[in-house]
């Protein structure tokens, strides 16, 4: 079946560097590749996203990276703060329906 | 816009007791998915619906789990005879329709966590 694999598992990063997080994806008709950050307690919010047309886009801190070809996209979060600290999964559409497929998680720690 | 609404938050039944969770979708949402995340583990998808609707619920168990999304109201999760290990977050989300087709948005609830004791 079709699947997205999501690396690292866990990720520690100093206060001001940056975090990148990769995912692969199987699905070539796949159009939609979302990510989401998950706090302690709550339900996952979408931060960001990407549609197959576009191979880059950035919103304030995050940015994220598309290679099609490749199959993988890619989480950048530059200028890492303490309140980036939570659990980020990616996700990708399958095919031409509304469903996505989710990585397993990433868990990113900032450390003072 | 209020956002998903999930009900309750938190919920505790003995074993053999039945569960039932709430989701109401964002207005003008018409697809609703159902997530079961275990701690420290990631998003299980269980079904998707749309009003009247069961799309597609293949991460479903075969046996004492039900949903259902009806005209009106809520969507609703249903957990027959609680095991311990249906002790869980049940996340709700919700997406609108899209004109173009392919992928879409979805915005989550706050989860209700079902304790089976």
């Known amino acids: 079946g079709e699947n997205v694999e999501q690396h690292p598992s866990t990720l520690s990063v100093q206060e001001g560097d940056s975090a990148v997080i990769k995912c692969t994806y199987s699905d070539s008709a796949s159009n939609y590749f979302p990510w989401y950050k998950q706090e302690l307690g709550k339900g996952p919010q979408l931060i960001i996203d990407i549609r197959s047309n576009v191979g880059e886009k950035k919103d304030q801190r995050i940015a994220v990276t598309l290679n099609k070809t490749a199959k993988h996209f890619s989480l950048h979060i530059t200028e890492t703060q303490p309140e980036d600290s939570a659990v980020y999964f990616c996700?990708?559409?399958?095919?031409?329906?509304?469903?996505?497929?989710w990585g397993a998680g990433t868990k990113l720690i900032i450390k003072p | 816009n209020a956002g998903v609404m999930q009900n309750p938050r938190h919920l505790v039944r003995r074993r053999g007791q039945e569960a039932r969770l709430r989701c109401s979708p964002m207005?003008?949402?018409?697809?609703v998915y159902w997530y079961r995340q275990l701690p420290e583990e990631g998003l299980k998808f269980m079904v998707y619906l749309q009003k009247e609707n069961i799309i597609d619920e293949s991460g479903m168990p075969k046996e004492r789990f039900s949903a259902e999304f009806p005209k009106e109201g809520p969507s609703i999760l249903r957990i027959q005879q609680v095991v311990r290990g249906d002790s869980a977050a049940y996340f709700c989300a919700s997406s609108p329709p899209s004109l173009a087709g392919g992928g879409n948005e979805q915005f989550f609830g706050p989860g209700t966590r079902l304790t089976v004791l």
């Open positions: 207005k003008g949402h018409s697809h």
């Open positions: 996700a990708a559409s399958i095919g031409s329906n509304y469903q996505l497929i």
